[in-house]
């Protein structure tokens, strides 16, 4: 089964950028789809982007255009380009890993923007 762990989240300013990453271990990373979901406080969980272990990439529609998800399948990473930062982006992100009918979850790392 993977293990996953999330790094790179911060304190932004609306405007500013952050790169997120998440790091996999101790199993074929390649097979797996992987994905970035959010939580803000009070709210519930929600999809922010996936890429297949194909390549294809989905987003939601509040990220497009600003966000990027892509991955390094030989250092088994997953990344998340967040450009344009707004407030309502504060949340904390948390890295998934989906094969078949496992989903693995990491621990989140926390994102907040704000002047």
């Known amino acids: 089964q993977v293990q996953l762990v999330e790094s790179g989240g911060g304190l932004v300013q609306p405007g500013g950028s952050l790169r997120l990453s998440c790091a996999a271990s101790?199993?074929?990373?390649?097979?797996?789809?992987m994905g970035w979901y959010r939580q803000a406080p009070g709210k519930q969980r929600e999809l922010v982007a996936v890429?297949?272990?194909?390549?294809?990439?989905m987003y939601a529609d509040s990220v497009k255009g600003r966000f990027t998800i892509s991955r390094d399948n030989a250092k088994k990473t997953v990344s998340l380009q967040m450009n344009s930062l707004k407030p309502e982006d504060t949340a904390v992100y948390y890295c998934?890993?989906?094969?078949?009918?496992?989903?693995?979850w990491g621990q989140g790392t926390q994102v907040t923007v704000s002047s």
């Open positions: 998934n890993a989906q094969l078949g009918m496992t989903n693995t």
């Open positions: 101790g199993s074929i990373f390649i097979s797996y789809h």
């Open positions: 890429i297949s272990s194909g390549g294809g990439t």
